[in-house]
């Protein structure tokens, strides 16, 4: 579960499609790694991305968005799952397919042109209207003057007894 200052957004992980994302997910989670970021970079009718501990500190705000955990790991992007939805958690990276760390987005939208080249490893099954409610920061060209990077106060591991 994100707990964000606008309110909770419950996401399903998918460890079989994804066991790497998924199982990083969840060891920085256990280990507060996200408490306290922003989603720095949320772009209507396309995604809202977070997970960079630099957006942590407001000083360092012109380096957010290049931040990771202090290692990289492969994409899964072929895994059946698909952009084709609002609501998919996926991982964010850099050019390399190789450069997956700690950043993640949600989309607000289907963005089914990012399947098969991303990491799908979950996604939203409540609180899509707070999801809807982070405030758009970035136009798509970058960020927007005085729209604040709301606040991931936390997230939180519940797990489930399903298969």
Do not use: C
Request: cysteine-free; glycine content about 12%.
């Amino acid at each position: 579960m994100l707990k964000t200052e606008k309110g909770d957004i419950t996401v399903e992980l998918n460890a079989k499609a994804a066991p790497k994302a998924v199982n990083n997910f969840v060891f920085l989670a256990l280990n507060h790694f996200y408490d306290g970021t922003r989603f720095h970079r949320v772009i209507d009718g396309f995604m809202a991305q977070g997970g960079d501990p630099l957006s942590a500190d407001p000083a360092q705000k012109s380096s957010w968005g290049t931040g990771g955990p202090g290692y990289s790991f492969s994409a899964e992007p072929a895994n059946g799952l698909k952009f084709d939805a609002a609501g998919v958690l996926g991982m964010a990276r850099a050019a390399s397919l190789d450069s997956q760390g700690s950043q993640f987005f949600i989309t607000v939208a289907p963005a089914d042109f990012l399947s098969g080249q991303y990491t799908v490893f979950g996604r939203v099954i409540a609180g899509q209207d707070v999801l809807d409610q982070l405030t758009r920061n970035d136009d798509g060209r970058g960020p927007v003057v005085g729209k604040a990077a709301d606040e991931l106060k936390s997230v939180e591991i519940l797990v489930s007894g399903g298969s």
